[in-house]
Antibody, heavy 118, light 108 residues
Framework: EVQLVESGGGLVQPGGSLRLSCAAS????????MNWVRQAPGKGLEWVSY????????YYADSVKGRFTISRDNAKNSLYLQMNSLRAEDTAVYYC???????????WGQGTLVTVSS | SYVLTQPPSVSVAPGQTARITCGGN??????VHWYQQKPGQAPVLVVY???DRPSGIPERFSGSNSGNTATLTISRVEAGDEADYYC???????????FGGGTKLTVL
């Protein structure tokens, strides 16, 4: 069974940093592209970042470029999101999602809440 | 940047057919994916590559894509279909994934 479990969310002050993790199981992690998607309270889905299966190709949404860093450790079956210079508008539930056919996301984690507030 | 436009809400009676549209410039040239999200839950892929269904998704869910509009069709709507639905594409010109704003489906 495919499982994606996020962790690392919490309350952080504006300007602070946080590192999210996503532990993958039930599939060959190193063969799949991965993404982070977020959802602000009461709002829609917003794609955050993409990483290829090898980690050699990375993309970011304009809203987080230069502040967030996506990475992965295929030996540990884990995906990460380092978030720096956090702003109030980064407050959201962050989901990791497995990439599939033509850019679709076929499996999602349960999400981890990040709250940026003083 | 590429923009996907969805109606904020769609209402339908049980047993009827719901159609949720997703508009975008020449979206027919892209692969469109659809997600269902119920309150407090993670999104679930219900249609991918315009019209394919993942395993476990009922045949009542179907999709089409042509010109400037993609459509998710839910036949014989049930109370359990009440949820938010999002369309999504990969925009190769910007190397960005793009989501529509979402449509709340209400079953009357």
């Amino acid at each position: 069974e495919v499982q994606l479990v996020e962790s690392g969310g919490g309350l952080v002050q504006p300007g602070g940093s946080l590192r999210l993790s996503c532990a993958a199981s039930g599939f060959t992690f190193s063969s799949y592209e991965m993404n982070w998607v977020r959802q602000a309270p009461g709002k829609g889905l917003e794609w955050v970042s993409y990483i290829s299966s090898s980690g050699s190709t990375i993309y970011y949404a304009d809203s987080v470029k230069g502040r967030f860093t996506i990475s992965r450790d295929n030996a540990k079956n884990s995906l990460y999101l380092q978030m720096n210079s956090l702003r109030a508008e980064d407050t959201a539930v962050y989901y990791c999602a497995r990439g599939s056919s033509r850019g679709s996301f076929d499996y999602w984690g349960q999400g981890t809440l990040v709250t940026v507030s003083s | 940047s590429y923009v996907l436009t969805q109606p904020p809400s769609v209402s339908v009676a049980p047993g009827q057919t719901a159609r949720i549209t997703c508009g975008g410039n020449n979206i027919g040239s892209k692969s469109v994916h659809w997600y269902q999200q119920k309150p407090g839950q993670a999104p679930v892929l219900v249609v991918y590559d315009d019209s394919d269904r993942p395993s476990g998704i009922p045949e009542r869910f179907s999709g089409s894509n042509s010109g400037n509009t993609a459509t998710l069709t839910i036949s014989r709507v049930e109370a359990g279909d009440e949820a938010d639905y999002y369309c999504q594409v990969w925009d190769s010109s910007s190397d960005h994934q793009v989501f529509g704003g979402g449509t709340k489906l209400t079953v009357l």
